[in-house]
């Protein structure tokens, strides 16, 4: 158990729905992760957050958001969303700012798009 | 930006047998190489890393080694065992260290 918890574990939505996914990170983490894995893909970095700031961005769609609260969970939402965006979404969380440090990841919430 | 290559795509070893799993990586900045196990259902779990001030890291049965001038690095995996089956995926850090850009994956299935 990674101490990464996240929820749901699966959701089951059509095209054109929003969704929120939900992550509270390891006991004293600061930065939360958020990973899309997909079969054509694989595993890509979407953004960071540390200690409520974004802190680094990768090939995040624009009709995806995310948000780090004050107790430090965080939510990824999803908008417009289309078949493609079918996929894992993994959240990982780490100690500090990230600079070179371990990432452990939750188990994921699987999305799927009808 | 960075570019992580994984090979093999899939590995099949007897038990007790050795197993290697190399990756290359684009970026001569990056500095920190995480490698991770994913079992079926579960989210990659952190099994070992290495920085780059570092050649060589064992962890029991796990060993990685690191070839910053050929850019190049290897997960070990000795005395293999039926719960080692899993996909591996390494990893590189970019630029400030926070974003981890992945390799494709190696499936390895442990034959007993």
């Known amino acids: ?13 059509a095209t054109g729905q929003r969704v929120t996914l939900r992550c509270s990170p390891r006991s004293g983490d600061l930065s939360v992760y958020w990973y899309q894995q997909s079969l054509d893909q694989g595993l890509q970095f ?5 200690n409520g700031e974004e ?11 995310a948000q780090q609260f004050p107790d430090l969970h965080s939510e990824l939402n999803l908008s417009s969303l289309e078949l493609g965006d079918s996929a894992l979404y993994f959240c990982a969380s780490s100690v500090g700012d990230g600079s070179n440090q371990p990432q452990h990841f939750g188990d994921g919430t699987r999305l799927s798009i009808l | ?15 007790g047998d050795s197993a290697v799993i190399k990756c290359t990586y684009s970026d001569s900045a990056s500095n920190y190489f995480p ?18 001030n570092v050649g060589e890291k064992k962890d029991q049965r796990i060993a990685v080694t690191l ?5 190049h690095f290897s ?6 065992q039926p719960e080692d089956s899993a ?21 390895l299935t442990i034959i007993p």
């Open chain 2, 87 to 107: 996909v591996y995926f390494c990893a590189a850090s970019s630029k400030g260290g926070e974003k981890l850009t992945f390799g494709t994956g190696t499936r």
């Open chain 1, 55 to 65: 802190r680094a961005k990768g090939n995040i769609l624009e009709r995806f958001s």
């Open chain 1, 1 to 13: 158990d990674s101490g990464v918890t996240q929820t749901p574990k699966h959701l089951i939505t």
């Open chain 2, 75 to 80: 997960l070990h995996i000795t005395e293999t």
């Open chain 2, 67 to 71: 070839n910053k001038t050929a850019k």
């Open chain 2, 35 to 52: 490698w991770y196990k994913q079992e079926l259902g579960k989210g990659p779990q952190l099994i070992i890393d290495i920085r780059s």
């Open chain 1, 46 to 50: 979407l953004i960071q957050y540390y």
């Open chain 2, 1 to 15: 930006g960075e570019n992580v290559e994984q090979h093999p795509s899939t590995l099949s070893v007897q038990e």
